[in-house]
């Protein structure tokens, strides 16, 4: 039976270190779907098709990754598709006490027994987080060592638009 995993969040945008869980994570299971979460409370500043376009962009190296996107409560989208692993990186203390109190709620409602599982940050990508990596752009500074050099790109061609 194949063995599939997620890797959810909002990737407004994808990071290298989202990508370094990716490439680990799908290295440990038959297939990881990455999948972009819609908050219709949130105005990304890349719409969700942007996301997952730019996401499929950065991992199509990885042949075993797939993209999606969806809506609602993300361990009901975890029990319509039957993974057997939810994939979370962990970068610091803070994302710890969070991870850590969603981790316990969706074990109560996930129904197939699916586990979550926690990969430690690269060191080098610990203090990475999508917001710090716009406002840097959005202000002139370098985040080529940040992100996908397509990613850097789309982030150039989005602040021109505005
Ligand atoms: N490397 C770099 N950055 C990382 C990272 C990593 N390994 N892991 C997280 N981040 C950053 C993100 O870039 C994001 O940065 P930002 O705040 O600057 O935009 C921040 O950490 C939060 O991560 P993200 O994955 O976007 O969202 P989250 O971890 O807060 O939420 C969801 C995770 C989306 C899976 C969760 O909110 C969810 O399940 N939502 C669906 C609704 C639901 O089921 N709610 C009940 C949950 S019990």
Do not use: W
């Not at 799908?26 to 890349?46: C, E, H, I, R």
């Not at 999606?68 to 994939?87: I, M, P, T």
């Not at 599982?117 to 060592?145: H, N, Q, W, Y």
């Amino acid at each position: 039976m194949e063995r599939k995993a997620l890797f959810a969040g909002s990737f407004d945008p994808l990071t290298n270190g989202h990508l370094n869980i990716i490439e680990r994570a799908a290295a440990m299971y038959d297939s990881l779907t990455v999948a972009v979460v819609v908050n219709p409370q949130k105005t990304g500043f890349f719409t969700v098709d942007e996301r997952v376009e730019i996401a499929g962009e950065v991992t199509g190296h990885i042949p075993n990754v797939r993209i999606d996107s969806f809506s609602g409560l993300l361990a009901d989208y975890v029990n319509e598709n039957g993974f057997a692993a939810v994939v979370r990186g962990l970068r610091d203390t803070a994302d710890f006490l969070n991870e850590f109190q969603m981790a316990q709620m969706n074990a109560l409602l996930y129904t197939e027994g699916t586990e979550t599982v926690f990969l430690m940050t690269d060191p080098k990508c610990s203090f990475i987080s999508s917001s710090i990596v716009r406002e840097v752009a959005a202000l002139g500074g370098d985040i080529s060592g940040l992100i996908h050099p397509y990613t850097a790109a789309r982030i150039r061609d989005k602040l021109k638009e505005r």
